[in-house]
């Protein structure tokens, strides 16, 4: 729970056996009311690591990252939903400055290309890292946005009311669909914020980024479908965000005041007493030397 809203985190697996457990039981710990994990045909013996974590597993018979997400998505009720992967790349202690920022702002995206938060191991290499930065920084260009500097990273968060606004217009069931989100927010100048998260080794291998010609074809989809909303789909029928929505914040609570002990309260009496005496003293014995 934050502030009185309701947080859940989808976790869409499909080759994470051997991460799942742990990632799950991580944003549970961090402070999500909810995990959310959709079975995309994953691993045999994925079930069996996702059972009793606490998490909430759902089946997606589609393949593809979109179609998991979406799949989670519509089978997600929480005020804060968080997009996120198990495979170990990503910090479930990142969770509380994308809530902090949710404060603010309906949306809010990470990058993955701060160069400080890179681990060691992490698979975030010059053409990985500079390829997702030249394509944000093509988007932000065309379409005027606030800073972009990672097309590709897919630990995100959306109040419910902007992922309403989007979901019906979200198609893309392949590996892709990270971009359309961010499309559709732009399409809906929803308003969002980028903030670094910590990337780490990924446990296995990954089925897209792990190969470099997959990598590459993802990247060239990618620039693809933002010239289409650029010249095309972006002049579709949008109903624009009202930016002067803002998020129920709950009130805040009285600052808690410090227990006081009985014994501390008379020890802190004999001293206020000393302190007071102690001029009166002094004051006697001049007078008797006088």
Known sequence: MWRGQSVAVILPT??????????????????????????????????????????????????????????????????????????????????????AYSDDVPVVFGTRTAREFIWVGANMGRFLRWGNWAVAKMTEVLFGTSILTDMGCTYRLFRRAALDRIRPYLTIGGSHFGPQLLMEVIAHRIPFVEIPVNYRSRVGVSSVTGDLWKAWWLGCRMIS??????????RAQRTVWDRTDKAPVAPALPAPQPEVLPGMKALGLALSNAQTEKPRETEELVQNRG
Do not use: H, W
């Open 225 to 234: 479908l933002v010239l289409s909303y650029r010249f095309f789909g972006f």
């Open 14 to 99: 499909y080759n994470e056996k051997d991460s799942i457990r742990a990632s799950a039981m991580d944003f549970l710990a961090t402070g999500a009311d909810e995990v959310i994990v959709v079975n995309n045909n994953a691993a045999p013996g994925t079930s069996e690591e996702i059972a009793g974590t606490g998490a909430r597993e759902i089946f997606e018979s589609k393949q593809g990252y979109g179609n998991a997400l979406m799949c989670g998505i519509d089978n997600c009720s929480a005020d804060l939903v968080v997009l996120a992967e198990p495979d170990g790349t990503f910090s479930a202690g990142d969770l509380l400055k994308f809530l």
